[in-house]
Every structure is written in C-alpha cells, then in structure tokens.
Nanobody, 128 residues
Framework: QAHLVESGGGLVQAGDSLRLSCTES????????MGWFRQAPGKEREFVAA????????YYADSVKGRFTISGDNAKNTVYLEMNRLKSEDTATYYC?????????????????????WGRGTQVTVSS
C-alpha cells in the first residue's frame, strides 16, 4: 500500500531556513499533484503550497509567498518545501499530501478535501 514519508522538520530560530522532503513509496503514474499543508495547535489545517506533477502550475498561500518554494523530483517520487526567513507563526506540524487521479481544475489542489494520500506529518518549530 502506498504511503508518504516526510522528513526535514526541526527546531530553528526565526530567520532560519529548513527544507522538508516527502517521498511516495509506490507507483506515482496516477499522481496529479502534491501539496503541503500545516496545522498549528488549536488551529485548523491550512494550505501551504502545491504543484501539479508536471510542475507547470504552482500555488502558495499568501502567508508563505516569497519565503517558501515547492518543487518536485519525479524521478525520486519526491516533493520538497524549501522554507526561508521562517517566522514563529510558521510553527506547526507540516503534512505532505498527494492527489491521485485528475481534477477538473488544478485550483482544487489548494483544498485538503481533494487529496487521497497523506503523510504522518513533521514538526517545525520556530523560536523567536
């Protein structure tokens, strides 16, 4: 059964950088897109970034635009999230997600409802 393995979280100071990785364990030919979401304590899960498998469409939440970069390596079945100029409000558990099967519009990649495979999460803590 397919699963996602995330890595790269940790404890850093404000202004530092981290890179998260997420690798899918099985065949990815049906992958339409991959995304990152996060959830802080007491808050709902929120969208961070997503891209289509081809990489030609990328979305970012306004809160991370200009600081975070999502990228993919199809040969490694891996998606990355490069996080720069981290802030204390970026503290959360970060989840990787994959959408298998096409969507009528790529904008649905901004909504967790449309993903059908999730990682277990990796903790990112930013101290101020």
């Amino acid at each position: 059964q397919a699963h996602l393995v995330e890595s790269g979280g940790g404890l850093v100071q404000a202004g530092d950088s981290l890179r998260l990785s997420c690798t899918e364990s099985s065949d990815t030919l049906s992958t339409y897109g991959m995304g990152w979401f996060r959830q802080a304590p007491g808050k709902e899960r929120e969208f961070v970034a997503a891209l289509t498998r081809s990489g030609d469409v990328i979305y970012y939440a306004d809160s991370v635009k200009g600081r975070f970069t999502i990228s993919g390596d199809n040969a490694k079945n891996t998606v990355y999230l490069e996080m720069n100029r981290l802030k204390s409000e970026d503290t959360a558990t970060y989840y990787c997600a994959v959408r298998h099967g096409s969507l009528t519009t790529s904008t649905f990649l901004k909504y967790d409802y449309y993903y059908n495979l999730w990682g277990r999460g990796t903790q990112v803590t930013v101290s101020s």
